[in-house]
């Protein structure tokens, strides 16, 4: 029997701390993840059914992913699927009659071997996709993709979807990187992040700077930024730029 059910009626007895908190936290996960989903479509991220968040579970070996198929105007807390980190959905589990994003099993291996990451998102987004189409690293030519991914957005490796060859791509490709967003040959953006919300701003970020490097190409050659400036920029955003403990630091540092 899964924690994810509702709060005990009252005059229930109360079921023990952690598995009413296990729920409480499930709970908040799906309401998350669901909601987040919106911003793909008001970023203009996404058409159709393509593109997928998931977001951990804290503290648990689980996680929340979309349904596989499912309109983004149908997205609700109760249709997303819990799964365990071997991209198993939870038997009985709220939502556990959807199958979960096709994306689930490159989820799955991230969570699985990036301990610190608590949020996923896979968008084709379309001016990150072209990038990706030609197998190239979008440069870090503005001081803004200084500021978010400490320099260029790398490609990751050519894979199909359908086993961990996705996940193995993303994460060998973003350990030990700055940035939280990769460019898969071919495919699309995967990003990451220390929550679901985090790899969202990822992912528009990641599009806005595509689209802007992308346009700047079109003018003629672009200019670098010296990379121990990218990295002064980096740090400074990462750790002095926004507001303290609001998790928003939104927009250009200036
Ligand atoms: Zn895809």
Redesign the pocket.
């Known amino acids: 029997m899964m924690p994810d059910r509702s709060a005990p009626v009252s005059g229930a007895p109360t079921p023990p701390g952690d598995i009413s908190d296990l729920s409480a936290r499930i709970r908040a996960t799906r309401a998350e993840v669901a909601r987040l989903h919106g911003d793909l479509v008001r970023y203009g991220l996404v058409v159709w059914t393509?593109?997928n968040i998931s977001g951990r579970v804290p503290g648990a070996d689980l996680f929340v992913i979309k349904p596989s198929g499912v309109g983004y105007d149908e997205l609700a807390p109760e249709n997303m699927v819990l799964c365990d980190l071997d991209g198993n959905v939870v038997g009985g589990s709220e939502g556990s009659e959807y199958s979960p994003s096709s994306?689930t099993a490159a989820h799955a291996y991230v969570y699985r071997n990036m301990p610190g990451v608590g949020g996923v998102v896979?968008t084709?987004s379309t001016y990150a996709t072209a990038w990706a189409a030609r197998g190239e690293p979008v440069p870090c030519v503005i001081t803004g993709m200084a500021d978010e991914f400490g320099g260029e957005i790398p490609v990751g490796p050519f894979a199909v979807?359908g086993d961990d060859t996705i996940g193995r791509g993303v994460v060998a490709t973003l350990s030990g990187h700055r940035s939280r967003a990769v460019l898969m040959k071919n495919?699309?953006v995967f990003t990451i992040g220390t929550d679901a919300r985090d790899a969202v701003k990822a992912a528009v970020m990641c599009e806005d700077a595509a689209r802007t490097v992308h346009i700047a190409r079109q003018g003629g050659e672009v200019a670098p930024i010296a990379p121990d400036v990218v990295s002064q920029l980096h740090d400074r955003y990462q750790n002095v730029y926004g507001q303290r403990n609001s998790g928003d630091s939104e927009g250009a540092a200036s």
């Open positions: 393509a593109g994306d896979h084709h979807i495919h699309g």
